[in-house]
Nanobody, 123 residues
Framework: EVQLQASGGGLVQAGGSLRLSCAAS????????VGWFRQAPGKDREPVSL????????YYADSVDGRFTISTDSARNTVYLQMNNLEPEDTAVYYC????????????????WGQGTLVTVSS
């Protein structure tokens, strides 16, 4: 069974840090794009950061560029999102997702999604 598990969310004060983890079971990440997406209250789901597990190219949304870093472990079965200098606007449910072929186009149709982890940033 293919599963993704997102973890690491919590409640932090503005300026604090969190590290999110996305662990895969039932398949391998090595040929996939893996992405972090978030959905804030009343807003559409949006891409935050993506990484290609083929060539390790990355994407960051303008709103997080310079504050967040996406990375993977040597076994390519876990992807991390290090979030620094968190702002109240970062409050959202964060989801990890994986797809064999997609990048930014049609990201709502990524093949595999985790259940999400809640990040709340207080002011």
């Amino acid at each position: 069974e293919v599963q993704l598990q997102a973890s690491g969310g919590g409640l932090v004060q503005a300026g604090g840090s969190l590290r999110l983890s996305c662990a895969a079971s039932g398949f391998h990440f090595e040929d996939y794009t893996v992405g972090w997406f978030r959905q804030a209250p009343g807003k559409d789901r949006e891409p935050v950061s993506l990484i290609s597990m083929i060539d390790f190219s990355t994407y960051y949304a303008d709103s997080v560029d310079g504050r967040f870093t996406i990375s993977t472990d040597s076994a390519r079965n876990t992807v991390y999102l290090q979030m620094n200098n968190l702002e109240p606007e970062d409050t959202a449910v964060y989801y990890c997702a994986a797809d064999r072929y997609k990048w930014l186009n049609n990201y709502a149709e990524y093949d595999y999604w985790g259940q999400g982890t809640l990040v709340t940033v207080s002011s």
